[in-house]
Every structure is written in C-alpha cells, then in structure tokens.
C-alpha cells in the first residue's frame, strides 16, 4: 500500500508567514501593543491598589472607635476591590469577554456564602464588636454564657480566659446575639470603714485629730486613694464628743486595720506615763 504524505500546502503557508514580513509583522504588534497595555494596566492598578489601602487606613485611623484590626479588614478589601478590577481590564485588553465571567465569579460567591453561612455571620459579628467595642482586651465580662477575662477578639471569634485559667473560644455570632455583661466598664465604688473613738485623755481636739490621722495613714493595708480622714462627732451612751476615722481598707481587711489602729493610738496614750516612770 502506497503511503500518503502530508500536504504540501500547510508546509507551504508555514514557509509563506515565516518569509513574508507583511505577514508575521502586523500579527506581532497587535499582540505586543496588548501586552504593553496590560503590563501598564497591571502597574498604574498595582500602585492604585496600595493608594487605595493607604487611604482607607488613614481615614480610619483617626476614629477612636475603629480598631487596628478593623482597619486592615477594611484597607485589605479596598486594596483586593481594585485588583480585581485590574484583572478585569487586563483580561478585556486581550479580548477576552469579562462579562459571563463575572456572572461565574457572582454565582460561585453566593454559593460560597451559603455553604459558610455560619463562618459569614460570625465576620459581620467580628465587625461590628470591633466597631462598637462594647468591651476590650483585658475587661472582665460575660458574653456566651461564660465569665471571664477577655484576651483577644479576632474577626471570627472571642478569646476568654476564666478565674481558673481555661481557655474558651466563642463564636463571634454567639458573642453579639447575647446580652454582653462587662464588669470593668464603670469603676467600681471604693469601699470604706468607719471607727469611732473617744478622745484620749490629756489630748486636745486639735491635736488628737492630727495624731490620730498620721496613725491611720501610717497602718498597713490603708490605702492612700481615698486619703484618710478623721472627723468630731457626737455619740455613745453619753453623747460625747467623738473622733470619727474614715479609711479605705485594702481587701477584707478591716478588722486588723481597726486593731491596729487602737493598739497604735493606745501606745500614744501610754507614752507620757513610760517617760514619767523612766524618769
């Protein structure tokens, strides 16, 4: 059987583009002059992009009530929202048709927010937590159902560390669908104590309130903030006259802090009488 050999004419068309430069040259520029085109659409959206997530960062960052966090969130988004733009108009400058291709893009995004529905609906809670901030890092609170302290909040979840120091991590959509209770929003009232001596013996009021007071600030577990203060009131079983000594305990601490007190001011009183026998 006799072998048929490939026509001669495709060779022959080949052999005529490679040797005819009126050819090969315009096919060559047309797509050259695409390239360029992309090349330069690709740089000018490149540089765009990183204007674009400067901005936004410094807008933001003037807010007090927009998170570091939040505002790379949004800067990233600005900065992804022009590249993709960019994508598109390089890709139209070879012809390509952007159209039913960003009808596929939609339709894979919505299935892709349907299967991570839950992932979607603890991002927008994440945003709006580090929005509103109805608490920080370090704030005791109650959120989810579990007391704690909190030690990190992320877009997506919230990081709380009990009294026992266990780690819990809640969902951000669990954190913002719940009534949020923060213990170390308003500071808590100072608690105080109050003792009532009589005046001692030999001392005048002037002078009693003066040493009485130096004795308070200077009795472990007072604390400084609010000051000490002693005061002449009437009461007791007479109706005396009565020094009134307000202080700020340091913890549950009050009883010794009054013993202390007594047993400070008892020693004043006897100080006279030990120089009188001394001498």
Known sequence: MATTSPPASTDLGINHIIADPGVILPFVLNNALHVVGALAI??????????????????????KHVDEMLRGFFSSIARY?????????????FGIQTTSLVAVIGAASLAIGLAL???????????????????????????????????????????????????????????????????????????????????????????ACTRIKD????TPKVQAAPAPSVLLDRGGTDNGIQIVITFAPDGDSTGSIKNDILRAIDEQMEKPGRQQRAA
């Open 42 to 63: 690709l740089i000018i959206g490149f540089w765009l992009a990183g204007r674009a997530d400067f901005l936004v960062n410094r807008a933001l960052r003037h807010s």
């Open 81 to 93: 929202f022009v590249l993709t733009i960019v994508v598109l108009a390089v890709l139209s400058q």
């Open 117 to 207: 529905q839950g992932t979607l609906s603890n991002l927008a809670a994440g945003v709006m937590l580090l929005i509103f901030r109805p608490f920080r890092i370090g704030h005791a609170v109650t959120v989810g159902g579990n007391t704690g302290t909190v030690r990190s909040l992320s877009l997506f979840w919230t990081e709380v560390v009990t009294d026992s120091n266990t780690q819990i991590i809640i969902p951000n959509g669990s954190v913002w669908g719940q009534p949020i209770r923060n213990m170390t929003t308003y500071t808590q009232p100072v608690t105080t104590a109050q003792l009532r001596v009589p005046v001692p013996t030999g001392w005048g009021l002037n002078d």
């Open 215 to 218: 004795i308070t600030v200077a």
